[in-house]
């Protein structure tokens, strides 16, 4: 085990007042930063509580965390290392075990392993069409919109109706996914991170279903690349590796375009800067991906008079370090790129330029379609959730003056709509054809958000 915090220093408001401060709940919630500005004061890294019963070594300085990510050698990502779990101090329904619990993919690989299976992910990423991108943004950005825009109340609550589906919508047609199939991804993946019981099967089962269509009809889409790269993914593999692209995906999409909206929209925002600064200021001060990128230490390591112990699990605050005091004093020389948030090292971010694309266009299409778009309540009193993973928003209500929006069918969207809609058809042919009775089971259960929106593209 990590050593303790001293028990006689002072912990910051709401946290117990002996052991390891707790990195979630209603009082973290309310009040992150003060939680890491007590944290820097034992030095370079602190023991927390990542959920209960579950301790950690969380590295809160920002030269620690890139010392930390770029030393593959010395801390490594393979969480079978894990002792408490191997000694069974980790309770089996603890909320850190999906987060940390090994998975054949990418994140959780190193070495040779670990070069495979990335050079797989980056090189079918790099296929995607930058253009064909903001137009798969823009289009379903211009459907969510349309389903609360006109309403004569003026109002929605952007989280729920905006941020957290928007990602989803792209993942499911970048993934080409069939709609039944996405359905029930979206289902999967928001369910994992409700917490909804056999969410995990879900999402697998739909994942399962999609490789085995794409086995049979390949298409253009990244799962068909990720499946025909050189590197000879198993299925198993390929299943994992979407897994993380889009639950690694979607929560910090989310996160950032909600955080990045309500910065641009809120009381201090400078007029006249772009959605860009917007999204960097997000990025740099409310990092989506809080606390994560559990490293175990080969060995015993000595960081800054901190003793981490061999497979202790050591994680990086991105949140913290992005606003380290040490660094924001010359932070303006910095490039603007210089933030944690994407990660750094061999394991940093493959998705990061689509990612900073698709935030960017969220905002800009929600600023175009509703111009007077503003919030209900000051920038400052919006609630973040209380979960140690993510910086992210509980609600963003805003108002606006009600409007209609363009269908899909209107020239601007017309191309995406028709590419949508031919592969869309062609899928479900294909599903129909080899599916067998399983799928024909499964294709009584639609009406889900991704069907709806591929039938809003067709002009249905």
Request: charged residues 20%.
């Amino acid at each position: 085990m990590q050593q303790p915090l001293d028990a006689q220093e002072i912990p910051p408001p709401g946290c117990p007042a002996h052991g390891n401060v707790q990195l979630y709940g209603p009082s973290f919630g309310a009040d992150p930063d003060g939680h890491y500005a007590h944290l820097r004061t034992f030095g370079l890294s602190a023991p927390v509580d990542i959920a209960p019963d579950v301790q950690v070594e969380l590295v809160t300085s920002y030269d620690a965390a890139l010392y930390v990510l770029q030393n593959p050698a010395t801390f490594v990502r393979d969480s079978r290392r894990w002792n408490a779990l191997n000694e069974g101090r980790v309770p089996a329904d603890s909320p850190a075990l999906p987060m940390m619990s090994y998975r054949p993919n990418a994140l959780f690989s190193d070495g040779a392993a670990h070069a495979r299976l990335r050079q797989a992910v980056t090189d079918s990423l790099a296929t995607v069409n930058e253009l064909q991108l903001v137009r798969q943004t823009q289009q379903s950005a211009d459907y969510l919109i349309s389903r609360f825009s006109a309403e004569p109340r003026g109002q929605a609550e952007l989280m729920a109706e905006y941020a957290q589906p928007l990602p989803l919508l792209v993942f499911s047609d970048l993934f080409g996914c069939p709609p039944e199939i996405g359905d029930r991804v979206i289902a999967g993946i928001s369910g994992i991170f409700e917490g909804t019981p056999g969410a995990d099967e879900v999402l697998g089962g739909a994942l399962a279903e999609l490789i085995a269509i794409k086995r049979r009809r390949p298409g253009t889409d990244l799962t068909t690349r990720l499946m025909e790269h050189s590197a000879q993914l198993s299925d198993e593999e390929v299943l994992h590796q979407l897994v993380t692209l889009l639950s690694g995906g979607t929560a910090p999409l989310t996160a950032a375009i909600a955080t990045s909206g309500a910065l641009y929209l809120g009381e201090e925002w400078q007029t006249g800067l772009p959605v860009e600064d917007a999204v960097s200021q997000t990025l740099w001060n409310y990092a989506p991906i809080a606390n994560y990128a559990g490293h175990y230490p080969t060995h015993d390591v000595d960081l800054g008079g901190r003793v981490l112990r061999a497979n202790d699990p050591v994680l990086v605050s991105f949140a913290a370090a992005n606003t380290d005091p040490k660094l924001t004093e010359h932070r303006q020389q910095l490039s603007a790129k210089a933030h944690l948030a994407f990660g750094a090292g061999p394991h940093a971010c493959p998705a990061k330029d689509p990612a900073f694309m698709i935030a960017v266009t969220a905002v800009e299409s929600l600023l175009n379609r509703l111009p007077d778009v503003e919030l209900r309540v000051p920038f400052k009193t919006l609630a973040w959730a209380p979960t140690p993973w993510s910086r992210s928003l509980v609600t963003l209500p805003v108002r606006f003056t009600p409007r209609t929006v363009p269908s899909a069918a209107e020239p601007a969207h017309a191309q995406s709509a028709q590419t949508s809609q031919q592969s869309a058809a062609a899928e479900q042919r294909s599903a129909a054809r080899t599916s067998g009775p399983k799928s024909a089971t499964a294709s009584q259960h639609k009406g889900g958000l991704f069907s709806r929106f591929v039938a809003w593209t067709r002009g249905e």
